[in-house]
């Protein structure tokens, strides 16, 4: 049995009869019932995904995956694909924004090669788990072959395994890879269910001539691959990318081993959005980070119906809103066990 396989087979919904006992924590805080809001939500919704009502965040971890796209040769994006190595050395020397919040965040970070088109030699730091340098032109036929769409969703478990080993609490995700919104608006086109012009923005900011050329290049993946889109793998393979795939590994394996993955932006819900359709109880234990100023961000949360933590029109990548999103959990956590309750503190409740 492959990873996967083995993976999926432990992927169980979050045990619901915790529920009240989290909740009655939470009530008996020093304050209104649900007065903290969305705070309280996300103190139940970790709870719930580690099995437990003893919450703790000890430990952070981030990975950021990065890969290349043969799309890019179709002029989807405003920067050219050396852009991907570049900003990957980068984020080694410390120098990205993503460096810079997940130390904020108290992150450690991971940054992973799956797919670069460049040889980084024995780059310090490097995560060397390049699959193939670059997807293929999925204008042309599939992006990447079923082998390589399993062993790139197996880096993300192997990640994941790997950080529950090292008694990691949080796991996030992050990407780099130029022309990387092509793929991921073509796949929630097709798992969504909504038009390309819908799904697909301006990326790394195209201009108008640039949107109509990454619209046209979604369409013709779409019809050439049109045979391939039965299945949730298969439609990986063929629309998708060696960094969101990893990506739907990390998720996936964060579930199998109860940690909760938070998710970052456009791309990185791609991966998540996978992660859902190849086990849809997956989604018990993943947190949305923020709404991507990419317009296609709003339609995914439309569509799921769900709502992200942040909204602070962020277009970055690299796990950015994830690392934001992750004080935020923190300080729910700490709110859950840090405050007086009302028996503790001498503090009287509501008289009716």
């Not at 999925?138 to 478990?157: C, D, N, R, W, Y």
């Not at 395994?161 to 890879?177: H, K, T």
């Not at 201009?207 to 793998?233: F, M, T, W, Y």
Request: aromatic letters at 4%; hydrophobic letters at 45%.
């Amino acid at each position: 049995m492959n990873e996967l396989n083995a993976c999926l087979k432990k992927i169980a919904p979050v045990d619901r009869s915790l529920e009240p006992k989290i909740k009655a924590r939470l009530d008996d805080l020093t304050k209104p019932p649900g007065s903290l809001g969305r705070l309280e939500d996300l103190a139940l919704r970790y709870g719930l995904a580690r099995g437990t009502v003893d919450l703790t965040i000890r430990r952070k971890r981030i990975c950021c995956f990065a890969g290349d796209h043969g799309v890019a040769d179709e002029g989807v994006s405003a920067y050219p694909k050396a852009v991907t190595p570049q900003m990957v050395l980068n984020m080694l020397h410390g120098g990205a924004a993503i460096n810079v919040l997940s130390r904020h965040a108290g992150a450690e970070l991971r940054i992973v090669d799956v797919g670069v088109d460049h040889d980084f030699g024995d780059a310090t730091g490097l995560l060397a788990c390049k699959i193939r340098a670059g997807t293929r032109n999925f204008t042309q036929g599939p992006a990447m072959t079923g082998p390589e769409t399993i062993a790139a969703l197996e880096v993300g478990i192997a990640l994941a395994n790997e950080a529950a080993r090292d008694g990691v609490d949080l796991l996030g995700s992050g990407e780099m890879g130029i022309a990387n919104t092509t793929p991921a608006a073509a796949l929630m086109s097709v798992w969504l269910g909504v038009d390309v012009e819908a799904i697909t923005g301006r990326g790394t900011g195209v201009d108008k001539a640039g949107l109509q050329r990454k619209q046209a290049a979604i369409r013709r993946a779409i019809e050439v691959n049109r045979a391939s889109l039965a299945d949730p793998l298969a439609t990986l393979s063929a629309l998708g990318g060696y960094e969101i795939a990893a990506i739907a590994g990390l998720a996936l394996g964060g579930a199998a081993n109860r940690v909760p993955v938070i998710i970052d932006g456009f791309i990185s819900s791609a991966g998540a959005l996978a992660a859902m359709r190849l086990c849809p109880a997956a989604a018990d234990y993943l947190f949305f980070s923020h709404r991507s100023a990419e317009k296609g961000h709003r339609v995914f949360f439309d569509a799921l119906g769900g709502t992200p933590i942040l909204d602070l029109d962020l277009r970055l990548g690299e796990g950015t809103g994830a690392a934001l999103a992750m004080t935020l959990l923190d300080a729910a956590v700490k709110v859950y066990n840090e405050m007086a309750t009302f028996s503790s503190a001498g503090v009287s409740g509501r008289s009716g």
